[in-house]
């Protein structure tokens, strides 16, 4: 299992930004970020929690199952996965390693104005984790003590009613 990452205030505004104006312009239903682990990063759109949750556990294994065979094939990997049905499509793009760009979108939308604005957006978004990552590397942002000193047993309890 690989190790949680954090995305601070001023990115995950940029994100929702970047997501609201996909969301737009592709008049798609929902647009979200899920990590390679199946984790919802960030979303717009109208969807119970439950289910975006599930949805993006279920997306994270359909991307390295296609992965997989993209390798069995000698090929790199497939950077984007369509799904089509009469009424909603489902586009998934790879923004980088560990994660992914999920459109949802009906029929009214155009395939095309979709693969043109999710490539867009997701070159935005890689862009975004470059910045959060390089903050993470930087020695401002270090912390080599424990996120829990100073913080005792009551305090634990005292907060949680124990």
């Known amino acids: 299992m690989e190790e949680n990452f954090i995305i601070y205030n001023e990115e995950f505004v940029l994100i929702?930004?970047?997501?609201?104006?996909?969301?737009?312009?592709?008049?798609?239903?929902i647009v979200f970020i899920s990590d390679s682990e199946g984790h919802c990063i960030a979303?717009?759109?109208?969807?119970?929690?439950?289910y975006l949750n599930s949805i993006s556990s279920l997306i994270a294994g359909s991307m390295a199952a296609v992965n997989s065979i993209a390798e069995m094939l000698g090929i790199d990997k497939f950077p984007t996965i369509l799904t089509e049905s009469d009424s909603k499509s489902l586009h998934v793009s790879s923004i980088n390693d560990k994660t992914m760009l999920i459109v949802i979108f009906d029929n009214t939308s155009n395939l095309g104005l979709v693969r043109f604005r999710v490539k867009t957006a997701a070159q935005k978004l890689e862009d975004v984790f470059v910045t959060?990552?390089?903050k993470l590397k930087s020695d401002a942002f270090k912390d080599?003590?424990?996120?829990f000193e100073g913080v005792s047993d009551e305090d634990i309890d005292e907060i949680f009613g124990d």
Do not use: R, V, W
């Open 16 to 29: 929702k930004e970047i997501l609201d104006e996909l969301k737009k312009n592709t008049k798609a239903e």
């Open 144 to 147: 080599d003590g424990s996120p």
């Open 43 to 50: 979303s717009t759109g109208d969807m119970e929690d439950s």
């Open 132 to 134: 959060i990552n390089e």
